[in-house]
């Protein structure tokens, strides 16, 4: 049997992670052999993973950038269970490693995403393994990817939230900045009016006509009632006709325009945990 020091158990930690007696454990039954100890480690991270696969994974990070040229941005969610692990250095630079991994190969989807190697595992490994790790059930939960002119990114402070805008024109990158604040904070359904899909529409007006009718409105202009919600429901809800939180009285819209003529938002992406 192998001669086991603390030295071994410390560097096997470092290589993966795990815990200093899960360390020990893996080098006594691999005796000795780091590669072996290593994929012990592995196979029991994601025994565990399968078993917490019911569980609910709500806390975790957010995380978005764009490409060098800013023309594409990249977001990513890594979920787990607990705020606790969430702050953890290991995990939120795990989720860094996806989201710089994501940036440079631009994969088509989560799958794809998830198929990609970073040394020599893929992430979908990657995160398993950490599962076993920290004891939790963590998985990729988010993947989105925009391509535009300029794509700006933001990421709310802690990881909670993040969003991705674009642009049809390269201006300031400020500006981008600020709207993708604004998508943050007002969380609009589309960019414009003529983006609202014809099912949220016909709710919305469902609802101004019932609201109306609870109020007594005659029911011959119930329609003509419900049409003025409706409005006032694109201009809430829209990002181009929002209001612009950043100085009030304008919209977007005349924000952008204000900045370059002819400028506007070709699409956003918002993703936020779920708690």
């Keep these: 049997m192998a001669n086991i020091t603390a030295a071994d158990v410390s560097k096997l930690r470092q290589m993966t992670g795990a815990g200093m007696m899960d360390c020990k454990k893996a080098l006594v039954e691999a005796d000795g052999?780091?590669?072996?100890?290593?994929?012990?480690?592995?196979?029991?991270?994601?025994?565990?993973?399968?078993?917490?696969?019911?569980?609910?994974?709500?806390?975790?990070a957010v995380l978005a950038k764009t490409t060098k040229d800013n023309t594409v941005g990249v977001m990513i969610a890594l979920n787990c269970?607990?705020?606790?692990?969430?702050?953890?250095?290991?995990?939120?630079g795990l989720a860094n490693s996806i989201l710089d991994a994501a940036a440079k190969e631009l994969p088509a989807d989560l799958e794809a995403l998830k198929a990609i190697k970073i040394n020599g595992q893929t992430i979908g490994d990657l995160v398993a393994e950490r599962s076993g790790v920290t004891g939790e059930k963590m998985e990729v939960a988010c993947y989105e990817i925009l391509e535009a002119a300029q794509v700006s990114a933001y990421i709310h402070m802690g990881n909670k939230l993040a969003t991705l805008v674009g642009l049809n024109k390269v201006v300031d990158p400020k500006v981008g900045f600020n709207v993708a604040m604004q998508v943050a904070a007002m969380n609009p359904v589309a960019v414009d009016?003529?983006?609202?899909?014809?099912?949220?529409?016909?709710?919305?007006?469902?609802?101004?006509?019932?609201?109306?009718?609870?109020?007594?409105k005659a029911e011959e202009l119930l329609d003509k009632i419900a049409m003025g919600k409706l409005q006032k429901f694109f201009k809430e809800s829209t990002l181009?006709?929002?209001?612009?939180?950043?100085?009030?009285?304008?919209?977007?819209?005349?924000y952008l325009q204000k900045q370059e003529k002819g400028l506007t938002v070709t699409a956003f992406k918002r993703f936020g945990l779920a708690n």
């Design 193 to 216: 009016k003529d983006f609202v899909p014809q099912s949220v529409v016909d709710k919305e007006l469902e609802i101004g006509r019932e609201q109306a009718r609870l109020e007594g």
């Design 240 to 254: 181009l006709n929002q209001e612009f939180v950043m100085e009030g009285k304008i919209s977007v819209a005349e």
């Design 33 to 60: 052999d780091f590669e072996r100890a290593k994929e012990l480690i592995r196979e029991r991270g994601l025994a565990i993973a399968n078993k917490r696969a019911d569980r609910d994974a709500t806390e975790g």
């Design 81 to 92: 269970e607990t705020d606790f692990v969430a702050k953890n250095v290991d995990f939120v």
